[in-house]
């Protein structure tokens, strides 16, 4: 593998998992990701799942799930929760301060360096992987292992996996692996699908889930959510509806050119209600004002004059 | 002799500009965010200091505005009393006359109006709401995502957006009247930037009834 590789992906066979955590051992080790040393606040719950879920310091987690498959039988279910390189990556979308990433080889990273830990990845992900870590206010993820694919090897993950359960390569070419498990498997596991292809644009961790995506938490139709979108869409309008009032504003400043009135002009009588404008009675029924005022004024001193 | 009316004194015009320069820092330090192209554009040093510059400010807008409250109930009574005051006639009538007004202020006569016009508590009530959106969900996401499921940090960053564009909508309009740039409203800059005196005539053309009650108690009245 060199540094020109393109469209890579990682393949995930969960029917071949053993989730002996293999995988989540080496991330953290190449990674330098530290332990939690401690329950976490989890209580036993004789699952063989730990850290409960993946964190700014766990950035592979493999899941267990029991439970039955569509034939009612009894059904072990592993599920790898990591970043899953979205084609079309919600959080990279979303990123102000542009930590959040593609790379050419289709990996979605976040170059800590420039990550503010505003966590709005983390809100946009569809399937919660970002995650905020607060020791140093940064959010952090699986970056596939850049540094070492672009040096010719394969992430960490897939380089200690003992059953071949995990792999790496053209995205193209694994894509045509799975579904050819998916074929050789199906007879046994009904509900065996291939995930990745095409949700979010297309993922660039490809699985063969053998009891189909929910049965490891995965979402069926990934989608950027709702609100991601109208923020998304909020930005357009904001400008546009900035621009209309802004807009307005000049045109109301251009008929409003020209206006005069005195700071003395009107004038109150309290005692007998009456408003005036120079001199002369405000009547607040008439809809035109200053043109109407002006001529009554006139009006006035001319019937001034003519009394004297 | 010009006979002038105290509209607002030195607290409350100290109060407006705090909450101002607050109001605009927070408005472009929360820009670079609210665009991501802007933020990486400026860079990341700029974008840090920013965030960290908007939490300082964020703090000011809070706490200040809330201590004045405490220093003087009595404006925060006035504030409130004032926007949920019941409409008169004359008020809805400034509603249905406003944007004709504002294209030709030389035709139209307003009707007489309050201490704060109805067109402005419309506003007022919004940016209020906008405000109070804005900083309680300004608070969540302080607090962070590690809170709470996913969803809800998102709901509280939409929000966000959502009370920012509202209030970047209502802030030109505000300062195109309230700063006089309109010429109608020429000299009602005064009351923030200036003195806090409006002139009888300016009082009588702006907040007629207002403006009469002063004159008939003669209290606030100032000639010079």
Known sequence: MTTDVKDVAIYYDASKCTACKGCQVACKQWNQLPSALSTEGVKFNDSFEYPPNNSGDTWLHIGFDEGEDSNGDFRWAFGRTSCQHCTD??????CPSGACHKTPQGAVVIDKEICIGCQYCVAACPFGVPKFRERDNKTRKCWMCLDRIENGKRPACVSTCPTGALDFGDR??????????????????????????????????????????????????????????????????????????????????????????????????????????????????????????VDASAEASEQERGGE | MTKYIKRHDGFARANHWTFSVGGVVLGLTGLLLFIPGLGQLVG?????????????????????????????????????????????????????LF??????????????????????????????????????????????????????????????????????????????????????????????????????????????????????????????
């Not at chain 2, 002139?199 to 002063?214: P, V």
Request: hydrophobic share 45%; with cysteine; charged share 20%.
């Open chain 1, 89 to 94: 990556a919600a959080c990279v979308s979303v």
């Open chain 1, 172 to 293: 193209y070419e694994l894509i045509a692996r799975a579904k050819a498990r998916v074929e050789e498997i199906k007879p046994n596991k009904p509900d065996a699908v291939v995930y990745g292809i095409k949700e979010m644009g297309g993922l660039h961790v490809i699985q063969v889930l053998p009891f189909g995506p929910g049965a490891v938490g995965l979402p069926e139709n990934p989608k950027v959510s709702n609100l991601t979108l109208a923020s998304k869409y909020m930005k357009p309008f904001a400008g546009i509806g900035a621009l209309a009032v802004a807009g307005f504003a000049a045109l109301s400043w251009i008929r409003g050119r020209g206006y005069e009135r005195g700071p003395e002009d009107l004038s109150y009588d309290p005692k007998t209600g009456i408003t005036y404008d120079k001199g002369v009675p405000v009547d607040y029924d008439k809809p035109l004002a200053k043109d109407d005022t």
């Open chain 2, 99 to 224: 944007f004709p007004y504002m294209l030709n202020p030389k035709k139209y006569h307003m009707p007489k109006q309050q201490f704060v016009k109805s067109g402005q508590r419309f506003s007022d009530i919004l940016m209020y709401l906008c405000i109070f959106g804005i900083i309680l969900s300004g608070i969540l996401l302080w607090i962070g995502s590690n809170i709470g499921p996913h969803w809800l940090f998102e709901i509280w960053r939409a929000g966000h957006d959502l009370c920012f564009l509202g209030i970047a909508m209502m802030f030109p309009i505000h300062i195109f009247l309230g700063g006089g740039i309109f010429e109608p409203y020429h000299r009602v800059a005064r009351v923030m930037f200036g003195d806090g005196l409006v002139t009888e005539s300016d009082a009588l053309y702006h907040w007629g009834h207002w403006a009469e009650e002063e004159i008939a108690s003669g209290e606030n009245i100032v000639e010079k």
């Open chain 2, 44 to 96: 990341y040093n700029t974008l840090k200091t920013a965030t960290i510059i908007h939490r300082i400010f964020a703090v000011c807008f809070i706490v200040i505005p809330a201590l004045s409250w405490i220093i003087r109930p009595a404006n925060f009574k006035h504030t409130f009393h004032n926007l949920f005051m019941k409409w008169d006639d004359d008020d809805k009538e400034f509603m249905k």
